[in-house]
């Protein structure tokens, strides 16, 4: 997966759009990291987030800061998957609770069987 797009500045003749779920998921540098929309700037069809996100290095304690073009691939609300994961549920569990609940969250969610349990693959 490639990461989002820094642009250098916003077009003229954009205009501001105060963000309403700022808390988003950005792949910057090979990994996902924590971030939040201060506001977008719309030109035409195309979105761009004013954000802050976590710097890739761990020894930086502020956020970075930068203007970025969304795609709805490399910049995801919080609540939606960063990653794959798997969740084990016990037979007899109520699978069907927990998928449900996963599908409403953002998640696709796969049943795989086996004798002693069911996994939930999750994207």
């Known amino acids: 997966m490639h990461d989002a797009r ?4 916003y077009p003229s003749g954009s205009h501001r759009v105060e963000a309403r779920n700022p808390w988003v998921w950005i ?17 035409g069809d195309v979105w761009m987030a004013w954000m802050q996100h976590e ?5 930086v304690p502020w956020a970075q800061w930068g203007l970025y073009q969304y795609d709805g691939t490399t910049i995801r609300r919080r609540y939606s998957p960063a990653a794959r994961a798997r969740v084990e549920v016990p037979d ?9 609940l996963l599908r409403d969250t953002g998640y ?11 996994t ?3 994207g």
């Open 6 to 9: 820094q642009l250098d500045h």
């Open 27 to 43: 792949r910057h540098r090979g990994a996902w990291r924590k971030g939040a929309i201060h506001c977008w700037y719309v030109h």
């Open 55 to 59: 710097d890739p290095a761990p020894d």
């Open 92 to 100: 007899g569990g109520p699978r069907d609770r927990f998928t449900a």
């Open 108 to 118: 696709s969610v796969v049943q795989e069987k086996t004798e002693a349990s069911v």
């Open 120 to 122: 939930l693959h999750l």
